[in-house]
């Protein structure tokens, strides 16, 4: 059976998580948190560990600083099995701060943002690249180069827009290059404009609905995926990296739509089940 062999760039982090019983308000007040902790992040590091939790042969070409926090990162990856190629840099390592409520809330507080200059190791990441089944290519400056050289080699370009609203220009150049997009629906007003903005692409995409499931648009057809009853959410965070790679690693494998929406659901479910950003392997 071929292994998946998926080449992911974009950006990594270290994060402070803090639980509340509430999101705070825009006001002058004191809040106690329920419970804090410190731990990987960063959307391409999520799609990494879930990827590499479901079999798949994973690179990540990332960005870390010269740092405590940038070693962390790289611990974890690594212990995870992820083949990491790491522009190091003199800024500080991505860190976020998170303030997440027990019903999916969540603030992140930007603390540190690494500023790649000169990459040092693109020959090596453009091999992982041309070697690829898949390029996953997430939202950071330093990743847009990877768009075309992706493009160039032919290798299918999956790009995730998180809360894209139709409109942002950051996005789009991965926009452009993607053969296949996803995005959440954080940013529609209704269901009847996520559908119109999903069918205007041109393009297989899918958009995630939180607790409402998924819609997939086309490629040849389209589905709803419905609400999934979880058992217990052990750890409350976006599962959309998860879901992301369930259904990569799915139609990879050769998967219609309906079963590769199933199958990003079930890591979905996982993930949510664990205290880590992807399940334990």
Same mark, same amino acid.
């Given at each position: 059976m071929h292994k998946p062999k ?18 705070? +308000? /825009? ?26 939790s479901l079999g798949a042969d *994973?690179?990540?070409?990332? *960005? ?18 992820? =083949?990491?190629?790491? =522009? ?6 991505? +860190? ?28 090596? /990441?453009? /091999? ?18 990877l768009l075309s050289a992706a ?26 290059? /993607? ?52 058992? =217990? ?49």
């Amino acid at each position: 059976m071929h292994k998946p062999k998926v080449f992911v760039a974009g950006p990594v982090s270290w994060n402070r998580l803090v639980t509340l019983d509430r999101l705070p +308000q /825009a006001r002058p007040h004191t809040v106690f948190a329920t419970g804090h902790r410190v731990a990987v992040g960063g959307t391409s590091a999520g799609k990494a560990l879930n990827l590499a939790s479901l079999g798949a042969d *994973v690179t990540l070409r990332t *960005v870390v600083g010269d740092d405590e926090a940038g070693r962390s990162v790289l611990d974890v990856l690594d212990r995870a099995g992820v =083949e990491v190629i790491a =522009e190091v840099v003199d800024t500080a390592t991505e +860190q976020h701060l998170n303030l997440m409520d027990p019903h999916g809330g969540r603030v992140s507080i930007y603390l540190e943002l690494p500023r790649l200059r000169q990459a040092e190791h693109d020959d090596r /990441a453009l /091999a992982a690249l041309a070697a690829a089944d898949a390029a996953v290519i997430d939202l950071a400056d330093h990743a847009r180069p990877l768009l075309s050289a992706a493009r160039a080699a032919g290798v299918p370009v999956w790009c995730d827009l998180h809360d894209y609203d139709g409109a942002a220009e950051f996005h789009r150049d991965f926009l452009d290059a /993607a053969d296949r997009v996803f995005l959440n629906d954080d940013a529609f007003a209704d269901r009847d404009a996520l559908l119109v903005f999903l069918k205007s692409l041109d393009k297989p995409a899918v958009a995630t609905l939180g607790a409402e499931g998924a819609v997939a648009v086309g490629g040849g057809g389209g589905h709803q995926l419905p609400p999934q009853p979880l058992q =217990e959410i052990v750890h409350n965070k976006t599962a959309g990296d998860a879901f992301f790679s369930g259904f990569l690693v799915a139609h990879l494998a050769g998967a219609d739509l309906a079963e590769a929406m199933a199958a990003g659901a079930r890591q979905a479910a996982l993930c949510l089940g664990s205290a880590g950003l992807a399940p334990e392997m």
